[in-house]
């Protein structure tokens, strides 16, 4: 089941398709291209180290991307939202919230005092304490 869902309408004849998931201490997202379109996409790039290529008309190329989390962060409203960009002769531009499941770790398990430590970083003006 795609949790993430572009259709060729809004996406220029290129659909989309998506899935977040978390596998090994690791954040992914699969996604599926269909070109939808009747001619072979030009001036379009995928840039890999696996080969892939443009799809021909009708034509779906699956890719699974792994989600660094160490890179620049950007404030995003809401938190969980991710902004995606497809460059190429029709540019494509959305953006997509991540479940927040994929970002727990697999076991659930953190340290008492690391969660507290953790949990006193966040802001606290929006804090509520119930006694």
Request: charged share 20%; with cysteine; proline share 5%.
């Amino acid at each position: 089941m795609w949790l993430l869902r572009l259709s060729a309408v809004k996406a220029k004849c290129l659909e989309i398709s998506g899935i977040f998931i978390h596998h090994q201490g690791h954040i992914y997202i699969d996604l599926n291209f269909t070109n939808k379109a009747l001619p072979h996409m030009t001036e379009f790039a995928i840039q890999n180290s696996s080969g892939h290529t443009p799809p021909m008309p009708n034509q779906s190329i699956d890719v699974s991307l792994n989600l660094n989390i160490l890179g620049p962060v950007m404030k995003m409203e809401p938190l969980k939202n991710l902004q995606v960009a497809v460059e190429n002769r029709i540019d494509i531009y959305f953006s997509c919230l991540i479940p927040l499941n994929v970002l727990f770790v697999e076991d659930g398990k953190m340290e008492h005092q690391v969660f507290l430590a953790t949990w006193k970083d966040f802001c606290s003006e929006k804090d509520l304490l119930f006694q």
